[in-house]
């Protein structure tokens, strides 16, 4: 086969034609529509997004930077108006068990009207309790209550007395309380002791009998005394309570037409109705101890507070369905917390201290998580996990679920879910949870998997140039001229690498169009021009090509050895890629090859020491087994090779270095110089052919650069893989040199055509007997291996034989 002819400089290129875009300003182009560009990935979200079944929930692949939350949000608002309505959610107190408190579901607006409604009824109500209890016919009823009460001890106490003095003793008011003590004759003073002790023994024996009755009686009759006492604060207390209900009724019934159509909250009226009229007169303590109805209620106490209503979730009137996107989601940020405050060293709560998780507010809606977000917090991704098996959200608290608490705590009702879930991730984070987690699948059956390039042909670039028009809109920036949009479509084919595909990350294009308008902006012109973008491109290579200007400087010194002229055996100019943040450059790096006598070995100096990585091991032996098929065939390798790429220091990755090595190795083998001012790149398989890699342009660039600084001699170029010409994006002053014949670039599809180009001779094609044509690379290639493997015999017969003497 003909050797390779360069590759022109219109192969080089692929420019976008401004005219054929059909506009003079981007600001003549409508929206894009995401369909357009993401095809697949929006019918997949619109399917989750319609059904209605469990575990429809949608995860969206895509690459950082690719506009994954934008195309999401464009999508959801648009489908936030359709559908059910959400509702609005509301906690209240729960009169039967104080600790868990009840959760009403109400419509749409209705729940900022029942707070609002409530919170009016508990200011009117402290008036209406004070009146109450003030009022004079309440004081005269349980004054008259008191009287009574009083009256009725008296009595009986006055009838126990009157019964003793007719038996001649006297019931006496004493400071350890009532005693009796017995009277003279006259029942008008007491008896001494000595008098008591001249009375005969029969009228003592006598006072001792009655004295001894009366003390049982008198002990009957002060042992009712806290019963009477009892009965007669429940009297006060159904006073307070009838005085209560004909005032409080009509506050209650005046609420109740808003909330007809509402059976749950009739009940809840009802019941706050009951309470009140059954605590009475405690209420009125509250309101003069705590004053403000909006205080904390703590545990035990009974305040008006508790007749509120703690709005958890309210929506708009014009139902729409909430989007909610929570950026830090954490276990008590998804499934909501429950404060407390401190009172006298205890931490005290209440249903009023319960606060929303986002699963609450976008109940009824969506909510968007980032899934990396979700899996980093402790806990959280089991939790939702727990909320959407169940179909319910269950306030949980991290301290209780890593028992650090015991104490009684809320327990609020938990509330129904009903809302899609909206993970968006990497695809790894995607595929790691399908595989290693058995809940996944079930719970999000929906993959929204967004393209990273598309097709770069004429319709797609129409539609990608009414998205950088839909980027500067949402941007708000200066309208693009159609030489700028042109010049960033030129530059999305160079961040694909693929002068025919479009790269459909959308933050550096937003990047530089911000940057690009900020040159504008100082220009003072009204428009980005392609002069703005070129600006911006170039401030962004300046800011991050310090490291590329060292090994460029290291290079030019003579402190790593790079040859750009001449010719060495066994010795070629690789191309390294070198990834750091944003920044992407390459740099030639030598590799070398020696050979000596052996039983076929190629050893990987790379590999022995631990700086070569799996993929380029196995290069290294792919490019083995290629040299062993085509020369191993009529005689046995006799050779020992090592490879190596001299002046590394770190890690060797990746098999683009394969063609390289396996010309520094033929080089070698045959002693034959190659020329050192071609740079070579490409892997290879088994049967010589030459296949693609990654970073062709900073690869050629590189190489081009450190070329240019010493002077191009038009000796200079890359040998490339033939499949990577379609992936040519040169900078301008590559393609320039090219044009003008002072640099050279050939894409090469075998190992045969490398070694014509590197070497200058013909690479040579086996006869019918298998036999090289004499003079050509294979030939010396082989005259190389039959020379090894004469020196390996000869040496082999000059050993001396096991057991033999030595002379």
Request: hydrophobic letters at 40%.
């Amino acid at each position: 086969m003909p050797t390779p002819a360069p590759l022109p400089p219109e192969a080089l290129y692929m420019a976008c034609d401004p005219a054929q875009l059909g506009f003079a300003s981007s600001s003549e182009l409508p929206d894009l529509d995401a369909a357009q560009i993401h095809g697949r990935a929006v019918e997949a979200m619109q399917l989750g997004l319609d059904m209605k079944h469990a575990g429809y929930n949608l995860f969206v692949l895509g690459e950082t930077g690719s506009g994954r939350h934008a195309i999401t949000q464009q999508l959801l608002d648009a489908g936030r108006h359709n559908g059910s309505t959400p509702a609005d959610w509301c906690y209240v107190y729960n009169f039967a068990d104080t600790t868990r408190p009840r959760l009403l579901r109400l419509p749409c607006g209705r729940g900022t009207r029942l707070r609002d409604d409530l919170q009016q009824f508990v200011a009117a109500l402290t008036p209406a309790i004070n009146a109450v209890f003030q009022g004079e016919d309440y004081r005269e009823r349980i004054e008259a209550l008191q009287e009574e009460a009083k009256q009725r001890e008296a009595t009986a106490l006055k009838a126990l007395g009157d019964e003793a003095v007719q038996q001649g003793i006297a019931l006496v008011h004493a400071p350890a309380g009532l005693v009796f003590v017995p009277m003279q004759d006259d029942h008008e003073s007491p008896l001494s002791p000595e008098d008591y002790e001249k009375l005969p023994d029969a009228r003592k024996a006598e006072l001792a009998e009655h004295l001894q009755s009366l003390h049982e009686r008198l002990h009957k009759v002060t042992n009712e005394f806290p019963r009477w006492h009892q009965e007669t604060l429940n009297r006060m207390k159904q006073a307070g309570s009838e005085a209560l209900r004909t005032t409080v009724t009509h506050l209650v019934e005046d609420l109740k037409p808003r909330y007809a159509d509402l059976p749950e909250v009739g009940q809840y009226l009802d019941a706050a109705l009951a309470d009140i009229i059954e605590s009475g007169e405690s209420l009125r303590a509250s309101t003069h101890s705590e004053g403000d109805t909006e205080t904390t209620t703590y545990s035990g106490s009974i305040a008006l507070q508790r007749y509120l209503v703690n709005l958890l979730v309210a929506n708009p009137a014009d139902g729409a369905r909430p989007v909610v996107y929570e950026d830090h989601p954490t276990l008590q940020n998804l499934l909501g917390r429950i404060e407390a405050q401190v009172h006298m060293g205890a931490l005290i709560s209440n249903f009023t201290l319960i606060r929303a998780g986002a699963l609450h507010r976008a109940n009824g809606g969506f909510l968007v998580l980032d899934a990396l977000k979700v899996l980093q917090q402790p806990y959280a991704w089991d939790g939702l996990k727990r909320c959407l098996k169940s179909g319910r959200v269950r306030i949980e608290s991290l301290s209780e679920l890593i028992g650090l608490t015991s104490t009684v705590q809320l327990e609020p009702e938990p509330m129904p879910l009903d809302l899609k879930i909206v993970l968006i991730g990497e695809r790894l984070v995607y595929y790691l949870l399908s595989q290693y987690d058995p809940d996944f699948p079930a719970l999000f059956k929906i993959n929204a998997d967004l393209e990273s390039e598309i097709e770069r042909n004429p319709a797609n670039t129409v539609a990608y140039a009414r998205l950088i028009a839909t980027l500067a809109r949402r941007e708000q920036l200066r309208p693009l001229s159609a030489p700028a949009v042109a010049r960033v479509i030129e530059h999305a084919a160079r961040l694909a690498s693929d002068a025919q595909r479009l790269s459909t990350q959308t933050q550096p294009l937003d990047d530089l169009m911000r940057e690009a308008d900020h040159a504008a902006a100082t220009a003072q012109v009204e428009r980005i021009e392609r002069e703005h973008v070129e600006a911006a491109l170039a401030a962004h290579r300046h800011r991050h090509e310090r490291i590329q200007e060292r090994y460029q400087e290291q290079i030019l010194r003579g402190q790593i050895l790079v040859d750009t002229t001449g010719e060495h055996v066994g010795q070629v100019n690789g191309l390294a890629v070198i990834v750091l943040g944003e920044s992407t450059f390459a740099h030639p790096v030598r590799i070398t090859a020696t050979v000596r006598v052996g039983e076929g070995e190629v050893i990987d100096i790379e590999r022995e020491v631990k700086l070569g990585g799996p993929i380029h091991s196995k290069g290294v032996l792919i490019l083995s087994s290629f040299m062993a098929a085509r020369f191993g065939l009529r005689l046995p390798l006799s050779l020992k090779a090592s490879l190596v790429f001299e002046q590394s220091y770190g890690g060797v990755e990746g098999d683009s270095a394969s063609v390289a090595e396996l010309a520094a190795l033929l080089s070698a083998v045959a002693d034959v110089p190659l020329k050192q001012s071609l740079a070579v790149t490409g892997s290879v398989n088994q049967f010589g052919v030459v296949q693609p890699v990654g970073g062709i342009n900073e690869k050629i660039e590189g190489y081009f650069d450190i070329c240019a600084a010493r002077g191009l001699t038009g000796e200079q170029g890359v040998l490339i893989p033939a499949p990577n010409a379609v992936h040519l994006m040169l900078k301008p002053e590559v393609v320039q040199a090219v044009r003008d014949g002072k640099f050279r670039i050939w894409a090469v599809g075998t190992v045969d055509e490398a070694l014509e180009l590197l070497t200058g001779l013909s690479a040579g094609a086996p006869d019918a007997q298998g036999n090289m044509p004499e003079g050509s690379m294979n030939a010396r290639i082989a005259a190389g291996l039959q020379k090894l493997a004469r020196l390996r015999k000869e040496f082999g017969r000059d050993k001396p034989a096991a057991g033999d003497a030595e002379s």
